[in-house]
């Protein structure tokens, strides 16, 4: 019967520690966040794929944004979004350039990429400290979604699927070393960003481990290890401080939830955005 019941405290506290391995992560930003959305590459999407997109793509927003109560949150989206809108103008000229090689008009598709160089600097030159950088990033980025749509329904106006799969290949192996420098750039921002919010959470919980934020600053362990820690830290408290922590987490991450999805819909509402065929 001890034995029952011993298994049974072991169950609870795993259970306690994954309720919380969930809470955490929607206040700090993980390392893989960095990642460019598929639905922003004009060479890899199929038709069918895109109408999943579409679907997905307000949800993704909402997700995105929640981080951008502050400027440094703010900054990592727009180099996100750099990254991507760069990559694809790359991309975008390497198949013009196969495309002028099989004496295809491109006249098009390049008419297309100078709208998106323009973007690119306006994302560029986005102030990220703006009260309205949220808006900011939502209208940049669904204009360089409908970019890339436009750019990918011009090509498959002048290729069938085996030509459009043999410039798949050619531009498959892109290497860059601007965008692996905005890859380092990011990857910085985004250690910056979670050493904040790391702090933050401690500060919930009532105790600081500088040498765990560290270690993770340092790339020495992994943010998952971090967070792990720090749940077995909250474990370890009475039952009412450990509930104490766990609403205080609850309710910050109801709270950018809300306000992320109230921003999207505001912004979705007024219909902004010069990349959808025409412009304002």
């Known amino acids: 019967m001890l034995k029952v019941i011993e298994n049974m405290r072991k169950i609870a506290a795993i259970l ?5 391995m969930v809470s955490i992560p929607s206040l700090v930003l993980a390392d893989d966040a960095e990642e460019d959305q598929d639905e922003q590459d004009f060479d890899e999407q199929s038709q069918e794929q895109e109408n999943e997109t579409q679907d997905l ?8 944004i929640e981080i951008m109560n502050n400027s440094l949150g703010a900054e990592i989206r727009l180099l996100q979004l750099e990254k991507s809108i760069l990559k694809n103008i790359l991309k975008g000229e390497m198949a013009v350039e196969v ?17 998106m160089k323009i973007l690119l600097e306006e994302v560029k030159t986005a102030n990220t400290s703006s009260n309205d950088s949220v808006m900011i990033f939502v209208e940049l980025k669904q204009e360089a979604i409908n970019y ?17 799969n043999e410039i798949r290949e050619r531009i498959r192996e892109l290497a860059s070393g601007e965008l692996h420098n905005y890859s380092k750039m990011i990857q910085n921002r985004i250690r910056q960003f979670n050493r ?10 009532g105790e600081t481990n500088n ?10 362990i992994t943010l998952g290890q971090v967070k792990l820690q720090m749940c077995k830290m909250i474990n370890q408290m009475s039952k009412e401080n450990r509930y104490g922590v766990f609403s205080e987490i609850k309710e910050e991450n109801i709270k950018s939830k809300i306000q ?13 955005g010069k990349g959808n065929g025409g412009h304002n």
């Open 211 to 220: 040498s765990f934020i560290n270690e993770y600053f340092n790339g020495n």
């Open 148 to 164: 890339t749509k436009q750019f990918r329904e011009k090509i498959r106006e002048l290729l069938d699927d085996v030509k459009l």
């Open 260 to 272: 992320a999805k109230s921003a999207v819909e505001n912004i979705h509402n007024t219909g902004n």
């Open 16 to 20: 306690v520690v994954l309720l919380l």
């Open 99 to 115: 495309l002028k090689g099989l004496e295809f008009n491109t006249t098009a598709l390049e008419a297309i990429l100078g709208e």
């Open 57 to 64: 793509e307000y949800n993704e927003t909402e997700k995105e």
């Open 196 to 205: 904040n919010q790391l702090y933050r959470l401690y500060g919930i919980i």
